[in-house]
């Protein structure tokens, strides 16, 4: 992460791309990262991360890190494909689903050499009752653990886990592969549809590397103002 900026990439969930490109230029001097999710991707292609990069450095960033969160999960060919059809876009972390089993994970790791393979262990969206009702052997932190091993054992660089269970992946995988959280909630501010959350600094402090975080900071009067804040928040816990 940039030493100098806070390691929290700010999910641009943005409904059209000047909003995107207003969102990522505010956030772009305090985070270290600019997430591109499904929702813009899907609308707006290759351009959105184009522009983010570009917003980013209209506000003067030049090293901006891009995580492109596609959730990739298909057969093995077919994510190795979509993976090497973002490859002129270099994210530095592109997700793809650990349920898509080991040969998936080490296709779209052999397909993107230079970019951090992150493996979605269970959704933070997903409470007990769901994983059950899709049949996944719970509870959910077990789960989450058991996928993250798969996951780093085929080629993972990175593993997106819910800010709970951060410490015992971390546990289980070692000091060298990055813990993503989302599901992150400043105090006070609206949960939505996110069910394993955790606040900014207990996700520092239990080991997290990079925070996901949207709603809480795009959602924000002051979106500059509101990064700032939970960077601040961050900044003295080890
Ligand atoms: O607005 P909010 O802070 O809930 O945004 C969280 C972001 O993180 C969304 O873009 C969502 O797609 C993403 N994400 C998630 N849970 C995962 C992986 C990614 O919420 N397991």
Redesign the pocket.
Known sequence: MKPNRAPIAV?L?APNLDTLRSWAQAVAPVVSTL?V??EVFCRDGAIAVIAAREAARAGGVEDIELFL?L?LHDIPATVAGAAGAVAHLEPAIL?VHAAGGAAMIEAAALALPNTRIAA??????IDEETLTSIGMAGPSIEAAVRLAVLATNAGARAV???PREVSAIRAAVGADITLIT????PVGSAA???KRVATPEQAIADGADLL?????I??AADIAHAALDIARSIASVN
């Open positions: 999910a969930d997430k999710g499904l969160d959730k997700t979605v262990t269970v959704l933070t969206s997106v886990c819910s989302p599901g992150v909630r939505g549809d996110q996901v975080i949207g709603r809480p795009t959602g």
